[in-house]
T-cell receptor, first 114, second 115 residues
Framework: AQSVTQLDSQVPVFEEAPVELRCNYS??????LFWYVQYPNQGLQLLLKYLSGSTLVKGINGFEAEFNKSQTSFHLRKPSVHISDTAEYFC????????????FGTGTRLKVLA | EAGVAQSPRYKIIEKRQSVAFWCNPISGHATLYWYQQILGQGPKLLIQFQNNGVVDDSQLPKDRFSAERLKGVDSTLKIQPAKLEDSAVYLC?????????????FGNGTRLTVT
């Protein structure tokens, strides 16, 4: 069975500062990895995904993430955050074979301070 | 394209009452999911449909929760009777395929409060 861990429940950061949101996973099979963002009172929307190929993935709103197989991590980064980036961010994993499962982490609340 | 539609947006009921949520996925999306998101937690899959068949309902509390997807399009999720711990946001999502790399498209959810 696979699992997803987001160690940081909240991350405060000042506007225009860089940010990294951490995600680690465990799985006995190869996985696909995703980051979703959830703004207040809205559903989740896809930020970016890693399926194969280059380990550095670029997404919307200036976010990027790097897949590190040896460390089983998929950390999300942005070089300069804006107030509008304040939201909840979820890492998710799906299996590439066997029983299809789509699992979400517990989320990291990013709060951008003026 | 129109997104995933859910209704109602908010619902307040007393424990032991029943409630139903409705979801209309993106046109052409074969796979539909219902997730439960308790405050401070990530979404937890309740049930997954492929067209009108159930793919996974292993985490659905079947003694009180039921779901159906008639004609492979709209879906309803029902809770009867509701408990206090059912207070959560219920998210509906759809994807084009039930494949491992297909991203999910979410509705805005229904926030249920059980008093």
């Amino acid at each position: 069975a696979q699992s997803v861990t987001q160690l940081d429940s909240q991350v405060p950061v000042f506007e225009e500062a860089p940010v990294e949101l951490r995600c680690n996973y465990s799985s006995s099979v190869s996985v696909y990895l995703f980051w979703y963002v959830q703004y207040p009172n809205q559903g989740l929307q896809l930020l970016l995904k890693y399926l194969s190929g280059s380990t550095l993935v670029k997404g919307i709103n200036g976010f990027e993430a790097e897949f590190n197989k040896s460390q089983t991590s998929f950390h999300l980064r942005k070089p300069s955050v804006h107030i509008s980036d304040t939201a909840e961010y979820f890492c998710a994993v799906s299996t590439t074979s066997g029983t299809y499962k789509y699992i979400f982490g517990t989320g990291t609340r990013l709060k951008v301070l003026a | 394209e129109a997104g995933v539609a859910q209704s109602p947006r908010y619902k307040i009921i007393e424990k032991r009452q029943s409630v139903a949520f409705w979801c209309n996925p993106i046109s052409g999306h074969a796979t539909l999911y219902w997730y439960q998101q308790i405050l401070g937690q990530g979404p937890k899959l309740l049930i997954q449909f492929q067209n009108n068949g159930v793919v996974d309902d292993s985490q659905l509390p079947k003694d009180r929760f039921s779901a159906e997807r008639l004609k492979g399009v709209d879906s309803t999720l029902k809770i009867q009777p509701a408990k206090l711990e059912d207070s959560a946001v219920y998210l509906c999502a759809s994807s084009l395929l039930s494949s491992y790399n297909s991203p999910l498209h979410f509705g805005n959810g229904t926030r249920l409060t059980v008093t």
